[in-house]
C-alpha cells in the first residue's frame, strides 16, 4: 500500500471514530444523568423554570435519536451550550484556557520523554547494576503515585518550606502576561522579546510540567528497559556483533532504533494521560488551563461545561493519535501501512 | 508458585505489601481508635443509602501526629490514623469489583469476537477504538459526573472506562491462541466452538491477563482516588483516601500531616500492586526470564 | 476400483480472500490448492511432498474438512462430504484424524496427558471416566509411553514423546485415515527414525490409511507407497513411490531430487540449481506455473496450463514436454 | 568468536588459536578487528539476523567502512569518522561496493536490493545478502551456523553451491555446523561428530561416512531415512538426548551404547587417532569395527 493511500485511509477511518465519540458523549449527557435537564441546569436545586428551559433549549421531550441530531447539529456549529459558571459560551472558555494546557503538556512531555528515553537506555546496559536498581525503584515509584498527591507535596516542599520555586500560577504577580500571539507565554515573550516573562513563565513551568510528566516519564523508562533488553538478545544485534562492530554503536545503532518503535507508539498515547492528569495537575497549581476549569466544572455541577471540555479534548487526542500512527510509518519500515 | 516469587526480590515485597493491605482491610474495626457509625439517608435522587458517619470533636481538630493519634487528626478532629485504616475496606472494594467486572465483560466480548472474528469482531473493535480515543480519566469524569456523586456511580464509570482494555487484550490473545495447533487438533477430534473457546482457547490467555489485572488494580485505584479528589466520590466526610486529600488539601500549609498520610496509604497500595504485577509478568514471560 | 478408494478429492480449490486498498475490499485470492485431483487407497500411505508454501499443508486441512473447500468436492468412504447432512458429515469426520508438525503447540499446555487423550472419547462418546482411564493407558503403551506418563503436563516432554502424545490422541476414536502432517520435521534425526518406525508398526496394526506430507524426500521414500509433489497450489507429478525415485518426469521434479544433499560422499554430484524462487500465490505466473524457473520451458508453458495426465499406468504429470507424446 | 555474553556464558578453561594468536587472550578492540575482517559468521535464521531497520545496502557497507575502506578507521576513530566532510563520500563508496558484494552472490538486480529493507526480500535472497556481508571484507574463515536449515531444498541447493563456489574463488575457510549428514557429505572435506559437549570422532568426510568408529556416529548414520537406498526399517539409538546439566558419567554416551562396558561408565574416553585423518573418542572402538565387520559378512 502507498502511504498516500495509508494517510486518506487513516483519515477516512477518523470519521466512524469521530462519530461513534460523539455518540459515547451523548450518550453521557442525555442518556445516563436520571435527568438531563436537571443535570444540565446545575443539580436538583436549579430553579422548575430553568429546567423546563432547558428541557426546551434540548429538546429533551423528542425522542432520542432526534434529540441525536440535535447534539450533533449543535457540535457541527462548535456549539457547545453555555458555561453556567463562567456565564458564556463554552468554546469561548475552552479556546483561553486551550493555550495554557497546551504549554503545559508540551513542557511535561519534553522533561518526560527523554528523560525516560535516556533512563531506560542507561537501566538496560547497566542492567542488575545499582543505577538499573535505583531508576527501576524510581520508575515504579513514579506510576504508582497518585498524580495530585504528588503536586501537593512537591509544593508543600518546595515552595512553602524551602520556598525556591513559585507557588502556583502562571507568571509572578504584579508581571503582565507578554502580548498573546500563541497564548503560550514562553513563546510570545521570545516573540515580544520580554526577558522579565519569558524567565517568569519558565519559573513557573518547573515544578506542575515535572509534576505533569513524572508518571509518563517513569512508564517511558520502564518500556524503553523492557523493549532494549528484549532487542539486545535478537539475532540481528549478534549480526552486527560478529561485523566486528563496537559495542557502543551496537547498541547506538543497532538496538536503540529497534527499542524505540514501541515506546515512541507510547509516548503519543500518553498525550492522553497527560490531558488527564492536567485536570488533577492544574486545579493544585492554580494553573488557568481547560483542566482547571473541568475540575471548577465538576465541582461546580457545570454539567455543559464538563461535556464540552470531553468532547474537544477526545478531538485534540484522536489527531494526536492519528500523527503519532503517521509517524510511527516513517521510523519503522515494517509497517506494511496498514495492509493485513 | 510461591518459590518463583522468591527469585525476586522487588515482587516478594509487592506480595508481602498486598497481604498486609488487605489485612489492615480485615482487622480495621481492631486496628483503629476511632469507628464510624452507618446511617441511612435519603439522596438528591430521592433513593436512600447507607452512609458513613465519623464523630465530630472541634476542641481536636489538626492535633499533630503524636502518641494518641498516630497521624494527627483532621478539621473536624477526627482521627486521621482510623479513617486512614477503614479507608483500606473502601478502596480494596473499588479497585477489585471495578476491576473483575471489567475482566468478565472483556473476556467475553473480546473472546467471542477475537474466536469467531468477522462482522462481530469488526463491531467490537470499532466500538472499543471510539472508547480508547478518549483519555480515559476524562471519560471516566463524564460519566461520574452524569451519574452524580456516590461511590457505586465511580465503579459504574470505572468499569465503562475500563472493559475495553480487557477486551482488546483477549482479542490479541486469542487471534494468537487460535493459531496454536491444539486448537485444530480439538476441531479434529469433533469438539464444538464453545468448548474449543472456553476450554482451550481461554485458558491459555490468562497468564498476561493475571498480570494487567495486577497492574490494572493499582491504576484503578488512582484513578478513582483521582476522581474522588475533585469530588466525584464519595460524600463529603467519608474515610476515603482520595477525598481525605482533597479536603487536607485546604489545610496542608498548617496541618501537612491531613493529606499526607492518606496518600502514602494510596502510594504503598499501588506500589504493592504493580510490583506484584511485574513479579508475576518476570514468572509468567519467558522472554524476560533471561 | 473405486471400492478401495477411501479419499477421494476432486477438482478441489482453496483460495483465502486477502483484503487491500482503503476500504479493505477483497481484490485478491491466495491460491493455496487450486484445482487438485486425486484419490487414496485404502491402508497405503499417499505422500505429499513440496516446497514451503506450495499448499500441501493447506491441502491435508481441506480433505479432513478443517477448512472447507472453496469449491470441488471430497468423497470419503463412499460418500460426497459436500452433500450429506451436518451431523453425518461430524460422524464421519471422526474416522479422519491428523497429526501436526509442531510437538509442542499441538498439545494444550494446561491439560495433562489423560485429558488430552481422554478429550476426543469423552465429547464423542459417552463412557464412564474409568473406561476412559483404561482406554487411554491402552493408547499410551500402543505409542510407547506408560502409565507414568498420563498425570503429566505437555512442558514435561521432550518432542518425540510429545509426538507419540500427538498419535494417541488421534488413534483414540479409531479412525481409518490419518494425516500427517510433517510430524518430523520439527524433531532430530534419531528421534524421526523412531516415529517413523512407530507409523509403520501401528499401520500394520490398525490397518491405517496415510497421507504423509512432508518436504523431506527421503522420508517420503522411506516411508510411502505412492507421492504427489506438489508446486504452486498444483500437482505437478504423481506416481508410485519406486517409480518416481527410478524415473522422474516433470522437470520440477528433477530438480527437487537433484536439489537434495546424499549423505554419502562417494556420491560426488554438481547441484543442478534451479533458478529463482517459489512463486507467490497470490500472483503465480500464468501458464505452467513453474515455467519461469523451467531449464526446459518451450513457448506454450507461458500461455497454457498442463493438465495432469497419466503418462504410464499409475504416473501421471503435468507437463507439456509430455503432453505432446501422448 | 567469543559471541556469547558475559555472563551468562563464560570460557572457562582452554585456548582458541587463530593464525597461531590465542582468541581468548585478545582484548575487545582486537577482537572487534577481527570479527567481520579476519572471521565471520552467518546464522540459522536469515529473517531475523539482518536489521529490519536499515536498507541491506547500508548494513553491508557498514562492515565495509568499519574494516576496509580506510586502514586507519578502526573501532578506535569511528566517532571521529562520523564528523568528517568526508564522510557522505565514503559512504557512497562503501555502498557501491555493497552492490558488488550482492552481484558477487548472484543476486539479479544487486541496485535495487541494497535499497530495500530485509521485510522485503525472501528467506533465500536474505540468506545471500549475509554471505554477501560477511564475505565483504574476504575474511579468512567463515563460520556458517546451519546456514540452511531455514531454506526449501531448492533455494538450500542455491546457496550451497554458492557457498562453494565462492570458496573456490576466494580461498575462504568454512566451518560449517549443521545436523544434516546430506550437507555434509556434500560440502566438508573433514566433519567432527559431536554429543553431548564432546567431539566424538573426527577425520576425512569419505572415512567418517564408510568407516564410522564411534558407535553413536554409526548409529546416527543408520538413522537417517536415504533416496538412494530402499531400506524396511530404519536402525534407532535408544534413549534420548542427555541434558548438558546433569550429563552421564564418563563416556556421555554409555546408556545408549550397546557396545558399554564397566569402564566406559567411569572414564571419559580420549580422543586418540585410529588411523591417518581419523579420530575417535570411545574405548571400544575396535570391539564396533569388529561387529562392523561382522555385519558386513553376515550380508554378504
Same mark, same amino acid.
Given at each position: 500500500m502507498k502511504t498516500w493511500e495509508y494517510i486518506v485511509r487513516r483519515l477516512l477511518l477518523l470519521i466512524p471514530v469521530l462519530i461513534g465519540v460523539t455518540i459515547i458523549t451523548f450518550v453521557i449527557s442525555?442518556?445516563?444523568?436520571?435527568?438531563p435537564a436537571i443535570a444540565f441546569a446545575?443539580?436538583?436545586?436549579?430553579q422548575p423554570e430553568t429546567i423546563e428551559r432547558i428541557r426546551e433549549e434540548l429538546h429533551l421531550n423528542e425522542p432520542l435519536l432526534v434529540q441525536y441530531f440535535y447534539y450533533l447539529n449543535d457540535l457541527l456549529h462548535l456549539n457547545f451550550g453555555k458555561s453556567?459558571?463562567?456565564?458564556?459560551p463554552v468554546l469561548e472558555s475552552i479556546t483561553q484556557y486551550f493555550p495554557a494546557t497546551f504549554e503545559l503538556t508540551i513542557f511535561a512531555m519534553l522533561i518526560s520523554v527523554p528523560l525516560g528515553i535516556l533512563g531506560g537506555i542507561i537501566s538496560a546496559i547497566r542492567r542488575n547494576k545499582l543505577s538499573d536498581h535505583i531508576t527501576r525503584i524510581i520508575a515504579i515509584l513514579g506510576y504508582s503515585m497518585p498524580i495530585f498527591w504528588l503536586a501537593l507535596m512537591l509544593q508543600y516542599l518546595l515552595?512553602?518550606?524551602?520556598?525556591?520555586?513559585?507557588?502556583?500560577?502562571?507568571?509572578?504577580?504584579g508581571l503582565i502576561a507578554p502580548q498573546?500571539?500563541?497564548?503560550?507565554y514562553v513563546i510570545d515573550s521570545i516573540l515580544t522579546g520580554n526577558i522579565n516573562t519569558l524567565s517568569a513563565s519558565l519559573y513557573h513551568l518547573i515544578l506542575p510540567s515535572f509534576t505533569l510528566g513524572f508518571a509518563t516519564m517513569a512508564l517511558l523508562l520502564r518500556m524503553t528497559r523492557s523493549s532494549m533488553l528484549e532487542v539486545m538478545g535478537m539475532d540481528y544485534v549478534r549480526t552486527a556483533r560478529a561485523k566486528g562492530l563496537s559495542e557502543r554503536v551496537v547498541i547506538m545503532k543497532h538496538a536503540l532504533r529497534n527499542a524505540l518503535i514501541p515506546t515512541i507508539t507510547v509516548s503519543g498515547l500518553q498525550f492522553g494521560a497527560l490531558l488527564g492528569g492536567a485536570v488533577l495537575t492544574e486545579s493544585i497549581f492554580n494553573w488557568p488551563g481547560m483542566g482547571r476549569f473541568a475540575a471548577n466544572a465538576v465541582m461546580g455541577l457545570d454539567f455543559n461545561s464538563v461535556m464540552g471540555f470531553t468532547i474537544i479534548v477526545a478531538i485534540i487526542y484522536v489527531i494526536a493519535n492519528l500523527i503519532v500512527d503517521l509517524l510511527y510509518a516513517v521510523i519503522d519500515p515494517r509497517v506494511k501501512l496498514g495492509g493485513e | 508458585m510461591l518459590h518463583l516469587f522468591r527469585r525476586s526480590l522487588l515482587s516478594m515485597i509487592g506480595l508481602i505489601l498486598i497481604l498486609f493491605i488487605i489485612f489492615i482491610a480485615i482487622f480495621a474495626p481492631y486496628l483503629a481508635i476511632q469507628h464510624p457509625t452507618y446511617v441511612e439517608v435519603s439522596t438528591e435522587q430521592g433513593t436512600r443509602r447507607i452512609e458513613e458517619r465519623w464523630d465530630i470533636n472541634f476542641?481536636?481538630?489538626?492535633?499533630?501526629?503524636?502518641?494518641?493519634?498516630y497521624f494527627g487528626t483532621d478539621d473536624f478532629g477526627r482521627d486521621i490514623y482510623s479513617m486512614v485504616i477503614y479507608g483500606t475496606q473502601i478502596s480494596l472494594k473499588i479497585c477489585l469489583m471495578v476491576v473483575f467486572s471489567a475482566t468478565i465483560i472483556g473476556i467475553i466480548l473480546g473472546g467471542i469476537a477475537g474466536y469467531f472474528g468477522g462482522k462481530i469482531d469488526e463491531i467490537l473493535m470499532r466500538v472499543t477504538d471510539v472508547f480508547l480515543s478518549i483519555p480515559y480519566l476524562i471519560l471516566a469524569i463524564a460519566v461520574a459526573a452524569a451519574l452524580g456523586r456516590s461511590i457505586e456511580n465511580i465503579m459504574m464509570a470505572l468499569v465503562l472506562v475500563w472493559w475495553p482494555q480487557y477486551a482488546r487484550l483477549l482479542r490479541g490473545q486469542v487471534l494468537s491462541i487460535r493459531e496454536n495447533q491444539y486448537v485444530e487438533a480439538a476441531r479434529s477430534i469433533g469438539a464444538n466452538n464453545w468448548r474449543i473457546l472456553f476450554r482451550h482457547v481461554i485458558p491459555n490467555s490468562f497468564a498476561p491477563l493475571l498480570v494487567q489485572i495486577t497492574l490494572d488494580l493499582g491504576a484503578v485505584l488512582l484513578v478513582a482516588a483521582g476522581l474522588s479528589f475533585i469530588g466525584?466520590?464519595?460524600?463529603?466526610?467519608?474515610?476515603e483516601w482520595g477525598l481525605m486529600i482533597s479536603s487536607g488539601r485546604m489545610h496542608m500549609f498548617h496541618s501537612w500531616w491531613y493529606a499526607t498520610f492518606p496518600g502514602l496509604a494510596i502510594v504503598i497500595t499501588v506500589l504493592g500492586f504493580n510490583l506484584l504485577g511485574d513479579g508475576i509478568r518476570d514468572i509468567t514471560d519467558p522472554k524476560l526470564r533471561r | 476400483m473405486e471400492k478401495d478408494q477411501i479419499i477421494k478429492a476432486k477438482n478441489i480449490k482453496e483460495y483465502f480472500p486477502i483484503r487491500k486498498g482503503i476500504f479493505s475490499t477483497?481484490?485478491?485470492?491466495?491460491?493455496?490448492?487450486?484445482n487438485v485431483n486425486f484419490y487414496i487407497k485404502k491402508g497405503e500411505t499417499f505422500g505429499l511432498v513440496g516446497e514451503s508454501g506450495c499448499g500441501k499443508t493447506t491441502l491435508g486441512r481441506t480433505l479432513i474438512q478443517l477448512i472447507p473447500p472453496t469449491s470441488g468436492t471430497v468423497c470419503f468412504m463412499g460418500k460426497n462430504l459436500s452433500e450429506i447432512s451436518k451431523s453425518e458429515l461430524r460422524k464421519l469426520r471422526l474416522h479422519m484424524q491428523i497429526v501436526f508438525q509442531d510437538p509442542s503447540s499441538s498439545l494444550?499446555?494446561?491439560?495433562?496427558v489423560k485429558q488430552i487423550i481422554g478429550e476426543p472419547l469423552k465429547i464423542n462418546k459417552k463412557i464412564k471416566n474409568e473406561e476412559i482411564n483404561k482406554k487411554v493407558l491402552l493408547l499410551l503403551k500402543t505409542v510407547g509411553?506408560?502409565?507414568?506418563?498420563?498425570?503429566?503436563?505437555?512442558?514435561?516432554?521432550?518432542g518425540g514423546q510429545k509426538q507419540r502424545i500427538g498419535v494417541a490422541r488421534a488413534l483414540a476414536l479409531n479412525p481409518d485415515f490419518i494425516v500427517l502432517d510433517e510430524?518430523?520435521?520439527?524433531?532430530?534425526v534419531s528421534v524421526q527414525a523412531k516415529i517413523l518406525n512407530l507409523f509403520k508398526d501401528l499401520q500394520k496394526k490398525f490397518n491405517l490409511t496415510y497421507l504423509f506430507i512432508t518436504h523431506d524426500l527421503s522420508v517420503i521414500k522411506y516411508i510411502s507407497d505412492r507421492v504427489a509433489v506438489m508446486y504452486a497450489g498444483k500437482i505437478v507429478e504423481l506416481s508410485t513411490t519406486k517409480e518416481l525415485f527410478k524415473k522422474q518426469l516433470h522437470p520440477y521434479s528433477i530438480a527437487l531430487l537433484c536439489c537434495i544433499p546424499i549423505p554419502?560422499?562417494?556420491?560426488?554430484k554438481e547441484f543442478i540449481v534451479i533458478k529463482g524462487e517459489v512463486p507467490s500465490l497470490i500472483n503465480p505466473p500464468p501458464g505452467c506455473k513453474f515455467h519461469p524457473r523451467?531449464?526446459?520451458?518451450?513457448?506454450?508453458c507461458k500461455k497454457i496450463e498442463p493438465e495432469l495426465i497419466?503418462?504410464?499406468?499409475e504416473h501421471f504429470v503435468a507437463c507439456h514436454l509430455y503432453q505432446k507424446k501422448v | 568468536m567469543r559471541l556469547i555474553p558475559d555472563p551468562p556464558g563464560k570460557i572457562i578453561d582452554g585456548e582458541i588459536k587463530f593464525k597461531d594468536e590465542d582468541?581468548?587472550?585478545?582484548?575487545d578492540l582486537e577482537l572487534q578487528n577481527i570479527r567481520g575482517n579476519e572471521i565471520s559468521m552467518i546464522f540459522q535464521e536469515p529473517m531475523t539476523a539482518l536489521?529490519?531497520?536499515?536498507?541491506i545496502g547500508d548494513q553491508i557497507a557498514e562492515v565495509i567502512i568499519l574494516? @576496509?575502506?580506510?586502514?586507519?578507521?578502526?573501532?578506535?576513530n569511528y566517532r571521529f569518522y562520523n564528523k568528517r566532510k568526508i564522510r557522505k563520500k565514503m559512504e557512497k563508496q562503501a555502498f557501491e561496493k555493497a552492490i558488488e558484494a550482492l552481484k558477487m552472490v548472484n543476486i539479479p538486480d544487486a541496485e535495487k536490493v541494497a535499497n530495500q529493507?530485509?521485510?522485503?526480500?525472501s528467506g533465500g535472497m536474505r540468506q545471500r545478502a549475509m554471505i554477501a556481508m560477511m564475505l565483504a571484507c574476504d575474511p579468512d574463515l567463515l563460520i556458517a551456523d @546451519?546456514?540452511?536449515?531455514?531454506?526449501d531444498v531448492t533455494v538450500q541447493a542455491q546457496i550451497l553451491a554458492l557457498m562453494k563456489d565462492l570458496q573456490k574463488r576466494k580461498g575462504t575457510a568454512i566451518w560449517l555446523i549443521t545436523h544434516n549428514l546430506g550437507i555434509i557429505a556434500e560440502m566438508c572435506d573433514r566433519v567432527g561428530v559431536m554429543y553431548a559437549g564432546y567431539i566424538v570422532e573426527m577425520g576425512s568426510t569419505e572415512l567418517i561416512f564408510?568407516?564410522?568408529?564411534?558407535p553413536y556416529t554409526r548409529g546416527l548414520i543408520g538413522s537417517i531415512p536415504k533416496i538412494t537406498e530402499d531400506i524396511d526399517e530404519l536402525e534407532i539409538i535408544p534413549g534420548n538426548v542427555p541434558n548438558l546439566i546433569e550429563p552421564p558419567s564418563g563416556c556421555r554416551f554409555h546408556p545408549r551404547?550397546?557396545?558399554?562396558?564397566?569402564i566406559c561408565k567411569e572414564k571419559p574416553p580420549e580422543l586418540i @587417532?585410529?588411523?591417518?585423518n581419523h579420530y575417535v573418542a570411545c574405548h571400544r572402538y575396535k570391539e564396533v569395527k569388529y561387529s562392523e565387520l561382522v555385519d558386513f559378512l553376515k550380508k554378504k
Open positions: 442525555h442518556v445516563i444523568p436520571a435527568d446545575g443539580g436538583p436545586k436549579a453556567y459558571l463562567e456565564s458564556r515552595a512553602y518550606q524551602f520556598p525556591i520555586l513559585p507557588l502556583e500560577g502562571r507568571l509572578s504577580i498573546s500571539i500563541t497564548g503560550l | 476542641q481536636d481538630k489538626f492535633i499533630p501526629p503524636n502518641s494518641e493519634h466525584l466520590g464519595a460524600p463529603p466526610g467519608t474515610a | 477483497v481484490k485478491e485470492y491466495v491460491k493455496a490448492v487450486d494444550n499446555p494446561r491439560m495433562t509411553l506408560d502409565e507414568q506418563h498420563m498425570y503429566r503436563f505437555p512442558h514435561e516432554f521432550s510430524p518430523t520435521s520439527a524433531l532430530d554419502d560422499p562417494k556420491i560426488k523451467c531449464p526446459k520451458r518451450i513457448s506454450i497419466e503418462i504410464k499406468k | 582468541l581468548i587472550k585478545k582484548t536489521n529490519p531497520v536499515f536498507k574494516h @576496509e575502506s580506510n586502514p586507519k578507521l578502526n573501532n578506535k529493507y530485509p521485510h522485503e526480500c @546451519e546456514p540452511t536449515t531455514a531454506l564408510d568407516n564410522p568408529d564411534h551404547c550397546k557396545f558399554c562396558k564397566q @587417532e585410529v588411523e591417518k
